[in-house]
């Protein structure tokens, strides 16, 4: 399925009954005559992490000096070094 996104800013006519109709936790089904074409929904708003880092949590794990260096051609081709 293939998502895409429509400013709903462009769409003044509908804009304002749209949102107030989604704020009520409802679902709305656009049709054409009675074929259902698309189904308008809230998408749950993201949610922050709330925990704090806490330095040296995992004891052990390191990254390599060089773990932003680009990685070289015989990588990318296969070949054994």
């Known amino acids: ?3 895409k996104t429509i400013d709903i800013g462009k769409m003044q006519a509908f804009k304002d009954y749209l949102l107030s ?3 009520q936790d409802t ?3 656009l049709t054409e005559g009675d074929v ?3 189904k308008l929904t809230q998408v749950e708003k993201p949610t922050l992490p709330t ?3 806490t330095p ?3 004891p052990g794990y390191w990254m390599s000096d060089d773990f932003d260096e680009p990685l070289s051609d015989e990588f990318w081709l296969g ?3």
Do not use: K, N, S
């Open 51 to 53: 925990g704090q880092r």
């Open 27 to 29: 679902e709305i089904i």
């Open 1 to 3: 399925m293939v998502t």
């Open 21 to 23: 109709v989604l704020e």
């Open 36 to 38: 259902p074409l698309a």
């Open 56 to 58: 040296g949590l995992h």
């Open 79 to 81: 070949e054994d070094t």
